[in-house]
T-cell receptor
């Protein structure tokens, strides 16, 4: 069935360093790849997304890359700040429903 | 800014009881979803709903679950006879194209 694998499950970085989270997906029909940030007890918040006709997208300190051939996509956060600390989820979609990865707990230490 | 709203924010229920979770999607959206997130785990797809019928459901969405859009604005998830393992955060989402907008969630606790 459809599956999204996400690594690492936890990531600890120093403030100012970069953080990279990687995902792979199984459904080759997937064409939409959003990333969500979730703070404790809150709803997932969309932070960036990419569609299958694009290889890279950037929004200030956040960038996402997509390799459709390898079915990989990654989230890059540069110049991390303590307020970036949260759980990050990748997801893949081929028809509206989202299949989520297992999440990465990012901790940014001041 | 329009948003998806869910009620209640927290529901505690006895095992075996029926619960109804309510959602008001964004008014011009056409696709509606329910997701579940067990504490500390990933968000899992339950069901999608389009044109007043279920368009897709996951293995989790068994006969104990049902969805309805009774009045053109509310979108409800009913769990007929709750089990302890139904305890989770339930998120409603709606979209008009690809980006999904999530409600703030209902935390369901089955005791």
């Amino acid at each position: 069935g459809e599956n999204v694998e996400q690594h690492p499950s936890t990531l600890s970085v120093q403030e100012g360093d970069s953080a990279v989270i990687k995902c792979t997906y199984s459904d080759s029909a997937s064409n939409y790849f959003p990333w969500y940030k979730q703070e404790l007890g809150k709803r997932p918040q969309l932070i960036i997304d990419i569609r299958s006709n694009v290889g890279e997208k950037k929004d200030q300190r956040i960038a996402v890359t997509l390799n459709k051939t390898a079915k990989h996509f990654s989230l890059h956060i540069t110049e991390t700040q303590p307020e970036d600390s949260a759980v990050y989820f990748c997801a893949a979609s081929s028809g509206g429903k989202l299949i989520f990865g297992q999440g990465t707990e990012l901790s940014v230490k001041p | 800014e329009p948003e998806v709203t869910q009620t209640p924010s927290h529901q505690v229920t006895q095992m075996g009881q029926e619960v109804i979770l309510r959602c008001v999607p964004i008014s011009n959206h056409l696709y509606f979803y329910w997701y579940r997130q067990i504490l500390g785990q990933k968000v899992e797809f339950l069901v999608s709903f389009y044109n007043n019928e279920i368009s897709e459901k996951s293995e989790i969405f068994d006969d104990q679950f049902s969805v309805e859009r009774p009045d053109g604005s509310n979108f409800t998830l009913k769990i007929r006879s709750t089990k302890l393992e139904d305890s989770a955060m339930y998120f409603c989402a709606s979209n008009s194209n690809t980006e999904a907008f999530f409600g703030q969630g209902t935390r369901l606790t089955v005791v």
